[in-house]
C-alpha cells in the first residue's frame, strides 16, 4: 500500500512538473515546435528525439537560394547564425538513454577549439557533463577541464555570460570533472566561486546543484556528515522544484554513500524511491538502472529472492532495446544466483548461465574490463565445483584480457590462480601466483594511501579557508558596524563595544577549542589508528638507550595482512585493538613496543630482562600463539633480533636509529625459514669481537650481508639446518 501511494504522488507531481530551465542547454534558442519536447526530454526522451529528428529533416527539406536568385522584396541580407539547439537538444535526449555514440556523433561535429561564443561552448559543455569519460577517449576529462577554464576566460567581459548564468555552469562542470581526477583543490575552488557569484541571487535549481555537487566533494574527502547535509538539502530543493534528474541522481548518490556505510535499510530507502521516482516516466533507461542498483542491494542485504525479481524486471524492459544494460543484467543475475547458499548445484549452473552470457554480449560490446569481471566470476564458480583445469584456464585469459589494466581484477585473478594449483597440487605454480596477488595488493595499497593523503590535505586546506572566511567575515562585520555607529552614538557606541568584547571571547575560545583539536590529533597521528601502539618513527632514539644493553626485535605477524578479508572490517578492527591492549598488558615496562608497518612490530627490551635473544624471541612467540588461539587465527611470527650495541668494543660505532636496518636483515632470514618450516621462526644476528667499526660505516642492509658472507656476523636461529638464501651475497 505504501508503494503504491508513493507511486501514485509521483504520477501527479510529473503530470505538473516541468523544470525551470536546463543546465546544460542554459540560454539555448529553442524553437517553439520542439519546447515541449525540450520540457518532457528527461521523462519521455524516445518522445523527444522522434519530435526533434522531424522537425530537424524539415529544416533540411527547406529551399535554399542559390546566388542571385534571392526575391526582390528582400531588400537587405543579414549573415545568418546557425542556431545548433536542436542538435544539441538532440543530443540531449540521446544521452538520456545512455546512447552516448549517436549523442558524440551530433556534438563532435559542433565542437569548436577553443569555445568562445555561448552556443559552442553549451556544446562543450554537454560533452563534459553529460557524456562519461569511458565514452569518449578521444576528450580525456584533463583535457575538458583546460577547454572549460578557457572558454571562462573568454567570457570574462561579456554581459550574457552573467544573464544565463553559463560560466556558473561551467564551474559546477569543472567540479564535476575535477572530482572524477581526485583534483580536490580545483573542485573546491570551483565550487566556492559558484556559491559566491549565486550568493544573492534566485536561481534556486543551481543552488540545488551547487549542493548536490557539494555532497560529492565532501564525501570524496571522506567529510560523511557534511555529505550527507548537503545531499538532502539537494534532495529536498530537487522534490520541491520537480527536478526529475537532478532527485534521481541524488537518491542514488545517498543510496550509495549508505551503501559504502554497509546501512543497508537506509540504502534501500532511497534507491527504492529512485524506483519509483522514475517508475512513471518513459524513460526505460533510467528505470531499468534503478532497477539494477535496487537488486544489487537486496542481494547484499542477503533478500535473495527479492533481488532476482527486481532484475528480471530490469530485464524485460531492456531485452530488446538496450544491449549494455542487458548486459549489466546478465552479469547481476549470475552474481545473484552465485551468491546464494541454498541449491548449489541448480543456482551455480543458472549463474554459469548468466554469466556466459553476459560474457558474450560484452565482448561484442568491446567493454574488456566487464567481459573480463564476467570470466573472473566464472572462474570461482568452476572453483567452487572442483574444476580447477578450467578455472586456470579461464584465469589465464583473465591475466590475457587485463594486461596491465584493471589491477583490481587482477589481484583477484592471482589470488585465485594461487587457491586453483593449490587445489591441484601444483605448489610451486600456487606460490608463484600467491606472490604475484601479494605484489599486486602492495602496489594498489599504495596507491590507495597516496589518495589517502591527497584527501587528509584537502581537509587541512578546508579548515584553513573556514577560518579565513571567518576572519574575513569578521572584518565586514566590524566595517558595517563603524559604518552605522553614527545613526546613534549612546545606543551604538554601547552595542559595539558589547559585541566586540563578545564577539572577542568567542573567537578566543574557538581559537583555543582549535589548538586544543590539533594538539589532540596529533598525538592521535603519533600512534597506529587501530592498535593505538606507538609509531616507530614517533620513537626517540636516545631515551631507549641509558647505557644499559638492549634488544631490538622486529616481528612480523603474518594474521596481519590479510585481517579484513578473514575477519571483516568491524572484527579486524576490534582485534587490532584487543592486540594492542594485550601487548602492553604482557610486556613489562623495559620493553618498548611501536608498529613499523601494519603487519610489523619492534620490540625493544633491556637484556637483563630476558637473559638471551633466544629466551626473548621464545616469550614473543608464545605471547602470539596465545592471542591467535583466543580469535581462531594462525599464530605463527617471524622475529628478527639484533642486539644493542652490535659492537661492544665501540659502543657508539652503530647509532640506535641505524638498528632498525640491520633487524630487518634478522627478520628477513627468519622469515624464509617460516616459510620453509610453515611454524613460528626466528633469527639473531651478532659480530664478532673486535671488529673494525669502520666496516659498518654505511648502508647496514648491505654490510650485514657482506658481514655475514666474511663470517665476521654470525647467526643463531630457532632452525639451525634451514639454509638462507641472502639477496646480496646470492647475486
Same mark, same amino acid.
Given at each position: 500500500?505504501?508503494?503504491?501511494?508513493?507511486?501514485?504522488?509521483?504520477?501527479?507531481?510529473?503530470?505538473?512538473?516541468?523544470?525551470?530551465?536546463?543546465?546544460?542547454?542554459?540560454?539555448?534558442?529553442?524553437?517553439?515546435?520542439?519546447?515541449?519536447?525540450?520540457?518532457?526530454?528527461?521523462?519521455?526522451?524516445?518522445?523527444?528525439?522522434?519530435?526533434?529528428?522531424?522537425?530537424?529533416?524539415?529544416?533540411?527539406?527547406?529551399?535554399?537560394?542559390?546566388?542571385?536568385?534571392?526575391?526582390?522584396?528582400?531588400?537587405?541580407?543579414?549573415?545568418?547564425?546557425?542556431?545548433?539547439?536542436?542538435?544539441?537538444?538532440?543530443?540531449?535526449?540521446?544521452?538520456?538513454?545512455?546512447?552516448? &555514440?549517436?549523442?558524440?556523433?551530433?556534438?563532435?561535429?559542433?565542437?569548436?577549439?577553443?569555445?568562445?561564443?555561448?552556443?559552442?561552448?553549451?556544446?562543450?559543455?554537454?560533452?563534459?557533463?553529460?557524456?562519461? &569519460?569511458?565514452?569518449?577517449?578521444?576528450?580525456?576529462?584533463?583535457?575538458?577541464?583546460?577547454?572549460? *577554464?578557457?572558454?571562462?576566460?573568454?567570457?570574462?567581459?561579456?554581459?550574457?555570460?552573467?544573464?544565463?548564468?553559463?560560466?556558473?555552469?561551467?564551474?559546477?562542470?569543472?567540479?564535476?570533472?575535477?572530482?572524477?581526477?581526485?583534483?580536490?583543490?580545483?573542485?573546491?575552488?570551483?565550487?566556492?566561486?559558484?556559491?559566491?557569484?549565486?550568493?544573492?541571487?534566485?536561481?534556486?535549481?543551481?543552488?540545488?546543484?551547487?549542493?548536490?555537487?557539494?555532497?560529492?566533494?565532501?564525501? $570524496?574527502?571522506?567529510?560523511?556528515?557534511?555529505?550527507?547535509?548537503?545531499?538532502?538539502?539537494?534532495?529536498?530543493?530537487?522534490?520541491?522544484?520537480?527536478?526529475?534528474?537532478?532527485?534521481?541522481?541524488?537518491?542514488?548518490?545517498?543510496?550509495?554513500?549508505?551503501?559504502?556505510?554497509?546501512?543497508?535499510?537506509?540504502?534501500?530507502?532511497?534507491?527504492?524511491?529512485?524506483?519509483?521516482?522514475?517508475?512513471?516516466?518513459?524513460?526505460?533507461?533510467?528505470?531499468?538502472?534503478?532497477? *539494477?542498483?535496487?537488486?544489487?542491494?537486496?542481494?547484499?542485504?542477503? &533478500?535473495?529472492?527479492?533481488?532476482?525479481?527486481?532484475?528480471?524486471?530490469?530485464?524485460?524492459?531492456?531485452?530488446?532495446?538496450?544491449?549494455?544494460?542487458?548486459?549489466?543484467?546478465?552479469?547481476?543475475?549470475?552474481?545473484?544466483?552465485?551468491?546464494?547458499?541454498?541449491?548449489?548445484?541448480?543456482?551455480?549452473?543458472?549463474?554459469?548461465?548468466?554469466?556466459?552470457?553476459?560474457?558474450?554480449?560484452?565482448?561484442?560490446?568491446?567493454?574488456?574490463?566487464?567481459?573480463?569481471?564476467?570470466?573472473?566470476?566464472?572462474?570461482?564458480?568452476?572453483?567452487?565445483?572442483?574444476?580447477?583445469?578450467?578455472?586456470?584456464?579461464?584465469?589465464?585469459?583473465?591475466?590475457?584480457?587485463?594486461?596491465? =589494466?584493471?589491477?583490481?581484477?587482477?589481484?583477484?585473478?592471482?589470488?585465485?590462480?594461487?587457491?586453483?594449483?593449490?587445489?591441484?597440487?601444483?605448489?610451486? $605454480?600456487?606460490?608463484?601466483?600467491?606472490?604475484?596477488?601479494?605484489?599486486?595488493?602492495?602496489?594498489?595499497?599504495?596507491?590507495?594511501?597516496? *589518495? $589517502?593523503?591527497?584527501?587528509?590535505?584537502?581537509?587541512?586546506?578546508?579548515?584553513?579557508?573556514?577560518?579565513?572566511?571567518?576572519?574575513?567575515?569578521?572584518?565586514?562585520?566590524?566595517?558595517?558596524?563603524?559604518?552605522?555607529?553614527?545613526?546613534?552614538?549612546?545606543?551604538?557606541?554601547?552595542?559595539?563595544?558589547?559585541?566586540?568584547?563578545?564577539?572577542?571571547?568567542?573567537?578566543?575560545?574557538?581559537?583555543?577549542?582549535?589548538?586544543?583539536?590539533?594538539?589532540?590529533?596529533?598525538?592521535?597521528?603519533?600512534?597506529?589508528?587501530?592498535?593505538?601502539?606507538?609509531?616507530?618513527?614517533?620513537?626517540?632514539?636516545?631515551?631507549?638507550?641509558?647505557?644499559?644493553?638492549?634488544?631490538?626485535?622486529?616481528?612480523?605477524?603474518?594474521?596481519?595482512?590479510?585481517?579484513?578479508?578473514?575477519?571483516?572490517?568491524?572484527?579486524?578492527?576490534?582485534?587490532?585493538?584487543?592486540?594492542?591492549?594485550?601487548?602492553?598488558?604482557?610486556?613489562?615496562?623495559?620493553?618498548?613496543?611501536?608498529?613499523?608497518?601494519?603487519?610489523?612490530?619492534?620490540?625493544?627490551?633491556?637484556?637483563?630482562?630476558?637473559?638471551?635473544?633466544?629466551?626473548?624471541?621464545?616469550?614473543?612467540?608464545?605471547?602470539?600463539?596465545?592471542?591467535?588461539?583466543?580469535?581462531?587465527?594462525?599464530?605463527?611470527?617471524?622475529?628478527?633480533?639484533?642486539?644493542?650495541?652490535?659492537?661492544?668494543?665501540?659502543? =657508539?660505532?652503530?647509532?640506535? &636509529?641505524?638498528?632498525?636496518?640491520?633487524?630487518?636483515?634478522?627478520?628477513?632470514?627468519?622469515?624464509?625459514?617460516?616459510?620453509?618450516?610453515?611454524?613460528?621462526?626466528?633469527?639473531?644476528?651478532?659480530?664478532?669481537?673486535?671488529? $673494525?667499526?669502520?666496516?659498518?660505516?654505511?648502508?647496514?642492509?648491505?654490510?650485514?650481508?657482506?658481514?655475514?658472507?666474511?663470517?665476521?656476523?654470525?647467526?643463531?636461529?630457532?632452525?639451525?639446518?634451514?639454509?638462507?638464501?641472502?639477496?646480496?651475497?646470492?647475486?
Amino acid at each position: 500500500m505504501r508503494l503504491f501511494s508513493r507511486v501514485l504522488f509521483s504520477c501527479l507531481l510529473l503530470s505538473v512538473s516541468h523544470p525551470l530551465w536546463s543546465l546544460e542547454l542554459s540560454g539555448a534558442l529553442i524553437p517553439a515546435s520542439i519546447k515541449e519536447s525540450y520540457k518532457t526530454r528527461q521523462l519521455e526522451p524516445l518522445n523527444c528525439i522522434n519530435s526533434v529528428t522531424k522537425f530537424m529533416n524539415k529544416v533540411e527539406a527547406l529551399p535554399t537560394y542559390a546566388e542571385g536568385t534571392m526575391p526582390k522584396n528582400r531588400l537587405t541580407s543579414t549573415k545568418r547564425i546557425p542556431n545548433h539547439a536542436p542538435s544539441q537538444l538532440l543530443a540531449s535526449c540521446y544521452t538520456e538513454l545512455a546512447d552516448y &555514440e549517436n549523442s558524440l556523433a551530433l556534438l563532435i561535429p559542433l565542437l569548436k577549439t577553443p569555445s568562445i561564443t555561448p552556443d559552442e561552448i553549451r556544446t562543450l559543455n554537454i560533452i563534459a557533463s553529460e557524456i562519461p &569519460e569511458s565514452e569518449r577517449p578521444q576528450l580525456s576529462n584533463e583535457a575538458l577541464i583546460k577547454m572549460l *577554464l578557457n572558454s571562462i576566460e573568454s567570457m570574462k567581459d561579456k554581459k550574457h555570460a552573467n544573464k544565463s548564468n553559463l560560466v556558473d555552469i561551467l564551474h559546477l562542470t569543472i567540479a564535476k570533472l575535477a572530482l572524477a581526477t581526485h583534483q580536490y583543490q580545483l573542485a573546491n575552488e570551483s565550487l566556492s566561486q559558484v556559491k559566491k557569484n549565486i550568493k544573492n541571487t534566485k536561481h534556486k535549481e543551481l543552488v540545488a546543484w551547487l549542493a548536490y555537487y557539494y555532497g560529492h566533494y565532501y564525501d $570524496q574527502i571522506n567529510q560523511q556528515q557534511l555529505a550527507i547535509s548537503n545531499f538532502q538539502t539537494a534532495n529536498e530543493m530537487a522534490d520541491q522544484l520537480q527536478l526529475i534528474k537532478l532527485s534521481s541522481l541524488v537518491k542514488e548518490s545517498l543510496s550509495n554513500l549508505y551503501q559504502q556505510k554497509h546501512r543497508y535499510t537506509q540504502a534501500m530507502d532511497f534507491a527504492s524511491q529512485r524506483v519509483e521516482l522514475l517508475l512513471p516516466t518513459d524513460n526505460y533507461v533510467q528505470q531499468a538502472d534503478s532497477l *539494477l542498483k535496487f537488486a544489487i542491494l537486496k542481494r547484499q542485504n542477503k &533478500e535473495y529472492n527479492q533481488a532476482i525479481i527486481y532484475l528480471f524486471n530490469a530485464f524485460e524492459l531492456v531485452e530488446k532495446k538496450h544491449k549494455m544494460l542487458l548486459a549489466y543484467t546478465y552479469l547481476e543475475l549470475g552474481r545473484t544466483y552465485a551468491s546464494m547458499p541454498y541449491d548449489l548445484k541448480k543456482n551455480t549452473e543458472l549463474a554459469q548461465k548468466y554469466l556466459q552470457n553476459a560474457r558474450h554480449h560484452f565482448q561484442k560490446l568491446h567493454r574488456l574490463e566487464q567481459e573480463t569481471e564476467s570470466t573472473l566470476l566464472l572462474a570461482q564458480l568452476n572453483i567452487r565445483s572442483q574444476d580447477t583445469g578450467l578455472a586456470i584456464l579461464q584465469l589465464e585469459s583473465v591475466l590475457t584480457l587485463a594486461k596491465d =589494466r584493471f589491477p583490481e581484477l587482477r589481484v583477484k585473478a592471482f589470488e585465485m590462480l594461487a587457491l586453483s594449483y593449490e587445489l591441484s597440487g601444483d605448489h610451486q $605454480q600456487a606460490n608463484f601466483h600467491f606472490k604475484n596477488f601479494h605484489s599486486l595488493q602492495n602496489a594498489i595499497k599504495e596507491k590507495l594511501f597516496a *589518495l $589517502q593523503q591527497l584527501k587528509i590535505n584537502e581537509q587541512f586546506q578546508l579548515i584553513e579557508q573556514t577560518q579565513q572566511q571567518i576572519q574575513l567575515e569578521t572584518k565586514n562585520n566590524e566595517l558595517l558596524l563603524k559604518n552605522n555607529r553614527f545613526k546613534n552614538i549612546a545606543y551604538i557606541v554601547l552595542a559595539l563595544l558589547g559585541v566586540t568584547v563578545l564577539f572577542t571571547l568567542f573567537i578566543f575560545i574557538r581559537h583555543k577549542k582549535l589548538v586544543i583539536r590539533e594538539q589532540i590529533t596529533r598525538k592521535k597521528w603519533l600512534h597506529h589508528p587501530r592498535t593505538r601502539l606507538i609509531s616507530q618513527q614517533a620513537q626517540e632514539y636516545d631515551q631507549q638507550y641509558q647505557g644499559r644493553p638492549l634488544f631490538y626485535a622486529l616481528v612480523h605477524i603474518p594474521f596481519l595482512s590479510n585481517l579484513n578479508g578473514s575477519k571483516g572490517l568491524f572484527s579486524a578492527e576490534k582485534i587490532e585493538l584487543a592486540l594492542g591492549q594485550e601487548l602492553k598488558t604482557n610486556f613489562s615496562q623495559h620493553t618498548q613496543i611501536s608498529q613499523v608497518r601494519d603487519n610489523q612490530l619492534l620490540f625493544i627490551a633491556e637484556q637483563e630482562h630476558h637473559g638471551e635473544a633466544k629466551k626473548f624471541a621464545q616469550d614473543i612467540e608464545h605471547f602470539f600463539q596465545i592471542f591467535s588461539e583466543n580469535y581462531d587465527l594462525d599464530g605463527s611470527v617471524s622475529t628478527g633480533i639484533v642486539a644493542f650495541p652490535f659492537l661492544n668494543n665501540v659502543t =657508539r660505532a652503530i647509532a640506535p &636509529e641505524r638498528m632498525l636496518n640491520i633487524t630487518c636483515l634478522a627478520l628477513f632470514g627468519a622469515c624464509q625459514i617460516r616459510e620453509i618450516v610453515h611454524e613460528s621462526s626466528w633469527l639473531e644476528l651478532y659480530a664478532i669481537e673486535k671488529i $673494525q667499526p669502520a666496516f659498518f660505516d654505511g648502508d647496514l642492509w648491505l654490510l650485514g650481508q657482506a658481514g655475514i658472507d666474511k663470517g665476521i656476523v654470525k647467526l643463531k636461529t630457532s632452525h639451525p639446518n634451514i639454509p638462507i638464501t641472502w639477496p646480496e651475497i646470492s647475486r
